[in-house]
């Protein structure tokens, strides 16, 4: 079974691969000759991946499935949220967020933060959606040198290190993304 993954980030497309069952080929926009910068212009996570994924099946014809994903801090009011990979506006990159986001919080003692993601899945018959959210708090200081975004400063519950202090395997078993990716296989099969 062929699926595309409306994204072009590496990052995410080698975290999804390694949770897929070997009869299902992810493809990424690249694979299918999609090179469209397809606007997250929806102001919930629900409405951006819905818009990604219905873009990729109207204009190319593959059952595809998108995320939004994006940190968000209680104490910000849910910030940074949708806008998590623009948060720095525009000279976005991930140093740029996390220093924003750090200089941002200051010296809050309320540092409590949730990953959450939400994928659609649509085919020619319907759109599903799958949510993964996982709770923890935002550090002082970045640290870590694996994952991405905002990786180096979320610590999740549970645990005593940031997901980039952790394995990508370890990261894959709990993370938001393969929370809400675990329900999509599971409507799969």
């Known amino acids: 079974m062929e699926l595309v ?5 590496q990052n995410k497309i080698k975290e999804i691969q390694s949770l897929l069952p070997d009869n299902i080929t992810l493809l990424s926009l690249a694979d299918i000759g999609c090179f ?10 629900e ?3 819905i818009l990604k994924a219905t873009y990729v099946l109207e204009h190319f014809g593959y059952p595809c499935f998108a995320d939004d994903s994006g940190l968000e801090v209680h104490i910000l009011n849910g910030a940074p ?4 990979a623009r948060y720095a506006g525009p ?4 140093a740029a967020n996390l220093k924003k986001l750090i200089d941002t919080m200051g010296n809050c003692t309320n540092r409590t933060a949730q990953f959450t993601t939400v994928i659609a ?8 959606l799958f949510k993964g959210v996982i ?8 640290k870590g040198e694996n994952g991405f975004g905002y990786d ?13 202090e952790l394995t990508l395997d370890t990261k894959n078993k709990i993370s938001h993304r393969s929370i809400a990716f675990g329900k999509l296989l599971t409507s799969l099969i």
């Open 47 to 49: 409405g951006n991946a």
């Open 81 to 84: 949220g949708v806008h998590s």
């Open 152 to 164: 180096p400063i979320f610590q999740p519950e549970g645990f005593d290190k940031t997901f980039a």
């Open 121 to 128: 899945l649509c085919s020619k018959k319907e759109t599903t």
């Open 91 to 94: 000279d976005r990159n991930d």
């Open 5 to 9: 993954f409306a994204t072009n980030n």
């Open 36 to 45: 469209d910068e397809i606007p997250e212009t929806e102001s919930t996570f």
């Open 135 to 142: 709770k923890g708090i935002i550090t002082r200081e970045a």
